[in-house]
Structure formats: C-alpha cells, structure tokens
C-alpha cells in the first residue's frame, strides 16, 4: 500500500470508528482529519508530512516539547524491568521515588505560612508540624480522577475526624474540573456541565473572578474582590455544612484562560481557614512551570490541603495524576481495620510504574534544564505581545498566567458584545492558523495560547504572528 493509500485508508477507519473528544461528530465526519503521527520538539507532524507548531501542548500537556530523548528513554528502561505493578498491597520503585520527589518540590507550598493555621491543622492539633505539609501522594490516571480522589478525601475527611454534615462543596463559577460526574459537579460552565444537571451532586456555586464580565457588575480597577465576599457569604452561612472548596489557582483555565486578581488565591485560603472547610488547589493545568513557578499555589504562598496534579507531570507522554494531601488530612484515615476508615478507593493503573518512571525523568529534565528558570523571557515576550494584541477591534480582553493565555475575542469591543456561539469566531482563527501551520484549540471565543515551555523564542514569536494573522483575517 502506497502512503496515499494508507492515508485514505486511515482517514476512513478514524471517520469509521473514532469518537473524538469535545467534538460535533456530524462536523468532523463531513470533514478531512489531520491525523497526526510524529512529533519533534514543539511541532507535530500529519501523515502527509506537514508540520505543525503545537500551540496548546497537545492539550496542555507537554512541557519539555516532542520525541524528548530523556523521556522516551526513561519509558524504555522501565518497559525493560516491569510495565505494571499493582499498588494495591505492593509498593513499586518508580511510584515510591516519584512521591519523594513530589513532595519535596510541594515543600515551598507547605513551608509557606499558610497552613501553619489550616484546618486540617487545627482538627488535629496533637500532630508533629509535619502535618501542615503536603505530604501524603495518591495516584490515579488523569486529572478529573485527582479531583474526585480529591473530592472523596475531603468528604470523608470530615468523616473520621467526627464531624457531621460537612458533606458539600463550594465551587467557582466557570470553574472546569474534568468530566467525571464528581468533577462535573464542581464544575461551572454551563455549555459542558448543565446537561448532566440531574446526574450531579449539589455544590455551592461563587462568583468567578472574571473581571473582563464582572458576574457583579463590578470595575476591577475599583472593586474590593467583593466576589470573595460572596464566597464569604457562602461560608458563614452553611461552613458546618461545607467540606471543602476548590479552585483553580490564578487561572480558570478551560473557563475561557479566565485569570483571578492578584489576592484572591490567598482570600479563598484565607476563608477556609477562618471558617473550618479544606482547601483543594486543582493545578492540574497549572502545575508543573506553566504559570512561571513550579505550582501556581507559589505565587501568593498559598498551601492547600489538598493539591490535584496531572497533565505536565509525565511533560505529556503518559497518562498519570496525582492527588497529594497535608499529613493531617491523612492521619484522619488511619484507623483499626474494624474501623473501616480506609480510603476504598483505587484503579487498575494507580502508580503505574512507567508513569511514575516518566514522570520522574520529567521531574529530572526541569532540574537540568532550569525550565521554570528559562521562562522569564517568554512569558515577557508572550505579555508583550499580548499587549499588542489588545489593541486589535474585536480583541475584548487578554489574560495570561506564566506561559498560558486567552485572547477574548468579542463582536462589539465597546459594548463587550460576545460572537454568537454558532459564529465560531474562535475555531475560524484556529483554521486559519492551521492554515499556516499552526495547531491551535480555542474555548469559545477564546484563543488558547499554551506552547510547550520548552519553546524557543523564535517559536514563540511565529506562534504569535500567526495568531495575530489569523484573528485580523478571522474577523476582518
Ligand atoms: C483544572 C483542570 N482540572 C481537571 C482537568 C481534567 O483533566 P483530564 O482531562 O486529564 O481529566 C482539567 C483539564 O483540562 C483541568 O484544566
């Protein structure tokens, strides 16, 4: 079979059998895929050989680019000793070496004040101070099983320690946890999560802080963050009935890049201390460099109790997540076996030891690269070019976090006026982009800008101009 043929051939066997992901199959069928088979450093190649700049990290997952020698190697040498071991009743060197590493890099966040007073702490006052730190690692696949491992930690928490009827969650607005039905429902975008509505546990829904459409009509050049008093509200009146809040920190990502003021992460903490809920950090997007410190946590020395890490974690070549809590949160669940006050969760994969083993070789890879410390230049040049950006007559709004941005793209710049969902402002500017040899997936009207850190600057500046390109052309 030529390669013609065997592109044809795969072309309808995707159409055949594949049910792509956030995708109106209807669109897709009528359709060419772009059927992708190789990837080398931040570009990804299509059957016919075309190349394409990778502007979202293959979902925000890769970090260190494609076909990355140490990671590929680090695979292979686990491949060689064993591929999967359980950890149900078995340790594995991968999983072990990898939680030491996690939690040390985690360090930082729990050295940084803010759980010296966390509730967690407070419940559990005879601990050592190590209880304050984030220090107890859970495995699972991907990153909406981190929050419902996280989501179930926390509800059962509550539990063991002898507190009834903290069984419910406070959620953001906007707010995207993944697609579990536990995730979904602290989940706040309603084009994703209002269909399922019947299916989903109820949650305490706060304002998002998207200031661009304050949900409180308010300037944020003047405002007070009153949207954390809203979650105040919340807090004050049904705390004892509140296991936990979640938040994305800084950023709410898949919301549409929707970045909080600077003092709000620290607020929410400063909430859940003051009114006796956990903290559960969701970095799944943010973890691991993408806002310009290893955890965006950092940046306002906040500590969860809970912290939910994935996608960067393997820098994107294997599927693996984790959900790490303060050691108090732990010893809640340590018991007499009668007791029952085991976490009776787990799946097949938890801790895969090629995950593990990768994720480690990751890990290695941000030491020896200096990636957090080489992002500096990027992200000023992406803020910069950003700047530029908004200058343009339907650019409405851009935000960015580390080296993760939205373009919001609006109608009417005056009046904030949206496109209407059916234009498809954004994937026009994706297919223009594509056009020109750029893969790129918006939210909505937002354009996605989240390259792999590792992209040199010359990249980075081609990844802008063809955005740049593409939303004139787009919305000419
Ligand atoms: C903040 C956040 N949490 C959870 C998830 C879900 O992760 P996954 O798609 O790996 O299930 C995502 C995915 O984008 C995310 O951005």
């Known amino acids: 079979m030529d390669i013609l043929e065997r592109n044809k051939r795969l072309e309808e066997l995707d159409k055949e059998h594949l049910w792509h992901p956030f995708t109106q199959m209807k669109e897709w069928l009528s359709g060419k895929p772009v059927i992708i088979e190789e990837g080398r450093d931040c570009f990804i190649k299509d059957v016919y050989g075309r190349w394409y700049l990778d502007g979202v990290s293959s979902m925000w997952v890769n970090v260190h680019g494609h076909g990355k020698t140490q990671l590929g190697d680090a695979i292979k040498r686990q491949v060689d000793k064993i591929s999967h071991s359980t950890l149900l009743g078995l340790g594995n060197v991968p999983a072990i070496e990898l939680a030491e590493k996690l939690v040390n890099l985690l360090s930082p966040l729990s050295a940084s004040g803010a759980t010296s007073n966390n509730v967690a702490e407070s419940n559990n006052r005879t601990d050592s101070n190590k209880g304050t730190a984030l220090r107890r690692v859970f495995y699972s696949d991907n990153g909406s099983t981190a929050v419902e491992v996280a989501l179930k930690i926390a509800f059962q928490y509550w539990h063991h320690v002898g507190v009834k009827g903290k069984t419910a969650f406070v959620a953001l607005n906007n707010a995207y946890h993944g697609d579990t039905i536990g995730a979904m429902s602290v989940g706040g975008i309603?084009?994703?999560?209002?269909?399922?509505?019947?299916?989903?546990?109820?949650?305490?829904?706060?304002?998002?802080?998207?200031?661009?459409?304050?949900?409180?009509?308010?300037?944020?050049?003047?405002?007070?963050?009153?949207?954390?008093?809203?979650?105040?509200?919340?807090l004050k009146e049904n705390g004892d009935r509140i296991a936990a809040v979640i938040v994305e920190p800084l950023i709410q990502a898949a919301g549409g890049m929707i970045t909080s003021p600077p003092g709000f992460l620290r607020g929410v903490r400063e909430l859940c201390t003051r009114y006796g809920v956990l903290m559960i950090?969701?970095?799944?997007?943010?973890?691991?460099?993408?806002?310009?410190?290893?955890?965006?946590?950092?940046?306002?020395?906040?500590?969860?109790?809970?912290?939910?890490?994935?996608?960067?974690?393997?820098?994107?070549?294997?599927?693996?997540?984790?959900?790490?809590?303060?050691?108090?949160?732990?010893?809640?669940?340590?018991?007499?076996?009668?007791?029952?006050?085991?976490?009776?969760?787990?799946?097949?994969?938890?801790?895969?030891?090629?995950?593990?083993?990768?994720?480690?070789?990751?890990?290695?890879?941000?030491?020896?690269?200096?990636?957090?410390?080489?992002?500096?230049?990027?992200?000023?040049?992406?803020?910069?070019?950003?700047?530029?950006?908004?200058?343009?007559?339907?650019?409405?709004?851009?935000?960015?976090?580390?080296?993760?941005?939205?373009?919001?793209?609006?109608?009417?710049?005056?009046?904030?006026?949206?496109?209407?969902?059916?234009?498809?402002?954004?994937?026009?500017?994706?297919?223009?982009?594509?056009?020109?040899?750029?893969?790129?997936?918006?939210?909505?009207?937002?354009?996605?800008?989240?390259?792999?850190?590792?992209?040199?600057?010359s990249n980075l500046t081609a990844l802008l101009d063809c955005i740049e390109e593409s939303i004139k052309e787009a919305t000419a």
């Open 190 to 234: 309603d084009i994703f999560h209002a269909a399922f509505g019947p299916l989903l546990f109820a949650t305490y829904k706060s304002p998002s802080p998207y200031c661009y459409r304050c949900e409180l009509e308010l300037d944020k050049r003047t405002c007070s963050m009153e949207c954390l008093e809203k979650m105040e509200d919340i």
């Open 281 to 457: 950090a969701d970095e799944v997007a943010t973890g691991f460099g993408r806002t310009g410190r290893m955890f965006a946590c950092e940046h306002e020395s906040v500590a969860p109790d809970i912290i939910c890490l994935s996608k960067g974690i393997t820098g994107g070549y294997l599927p693996l997540a984790a959900t790490v809590t303060t050691e108090s949160v732990f010893n809640a669940f340590l018991g007499e076996f009668k007791e029952l006050k085991t976490f009776f969760h787990g799946h097949s994969y938890t801790g895969n030891p090629l995950g593990c083993a990768c994720a480690l070789a990751c890990m290695e890879l941000f030491e020896s690269e200096g990636t957090v410390a080489g992002l500096a230049p990027k992200i000023e040049l992406l803020k910069n070019r950003l700047d530029g950006l908004s200058h343009l007559p339907h650019v409405g709004d851009v935000r960015n976090a580390g080296l993760m941005a939205g373009v919001e793209l609006v109608r009417d710049k005056p009046g904030r006026t949206p496109y209407p969902y059916e234009e498809k402002m954004g994937w026009k500017v994706a297919l223009k982009a594509m056009s020109m040899g750029v893969f790129i997936r918006p939210l909505g009207n937002v354009i996605v800008i989240m390259p792999p850190l590792s992209i040199p600057l």
